[in-house]
Each structure stands twice: as structure tokens, then as C-alpha cells.
């Protein structure tokens, strides 16, 4: 069974850091593109951040320079470690892990962003 589970996410003030994380089961991590989503409530779900099997990155405009996506092979594990956080960068964070036509989801992690 698949499994893909956020974890790291809550309360932060303005300006704060918190890292996410993703831990996969049942899957062969290293072969999957991983990627990040956000939701905000009444909002699309948006592409956040990407890491391809090769470790090539790639960020959504809004958040390049203070987000940061990585992931552990070993570890079956891919992080999105964020700083200096603003309120508009509340919402549910997802994990998506990608190979071919094959998509996983995980069933995100709240992160809220206020004073």
C-alpha cells in the first residue's frame, strides 16, 4: 500500500521558519518526481515546489529564494523547509509523488501564518 505522510506543519509567526516533511511507503522513492502543493481555503490548489529523481529543483515564483525543496533517498523522505513565512503562505501543504502516469497524494499538513 502507498502511502505518502506530511508531517511539520502549524502555528508560525510572520517572519518564521518550519520544515515539512514527506515520508513514502510502498513506493521505489528514488525513481519519483516529488513535488509540493498548497491549498487555500476557497483557493486552487497551487504548485509550490519540485524535485525531479535527478534533484533538479524548481519553485513557484512567489516563494523562490525563501523556500527551499530537498529530499533524502535513504530516508524516503522529501522536505520543503520554509522561512520567513507571510501570511499569505497559509494554506494546507501537500506532497505529490510522480512516476509516468502514476500520482500519489498525501493528505496534507496545515500550515498558518499569523501574529
Known amino acids: 500500500q502507498v502511502q505518502l505522510v506530511e508531517s511539520g506543519g502549524g502555528l508560525v509567526q510572520p517572519g518564521g521558519s518550519l520544515r515539512l516533511s514527506c515520508a513514502a511507503s510502498?513506493?521505489?522513492?528514488?525513481?519519483?518526481?516529488m513535488y509540493w502543493y498548497r491549498q487555500a481555503p476557497g483557493k486552487q490548489r497551487e504548485l509550490v515546489a519540485l524535485?525531479?529523481?535527478?534533484?533538479?529543483?524548481d519553485y513557484a515564483d512567489s516563494v523562490k529564494g525563501r523556500f527551499t525543496i530537498s529530499r533524502d533517498n535513504a530516508k524516503n523522505t522529501v522536505y520543503l523547509q520554509m522561512n520567513s513565512l507571510k501570511p499569505e503562505d497559509t494554506s494546507v501543504y501537500y506532497c505529490?509523488?510522480?512516476?509516468?502516469?502514476?500520482?500519489?497524494w498525501g493528505q496534507g499538513t496545515q500550515v498558518t501564518v499569523s501574529s
Open positions: 510502498g513506493i521505489i522513492f528514488s525513481l519519483y518526481d
Open positions: 505529490n509523488g510522480r512516476l509516468g502516469s502514476t500520482n500519489y
Open positions: 524535485i525531479t529523481r535527478r534533484d533538479s529543483t
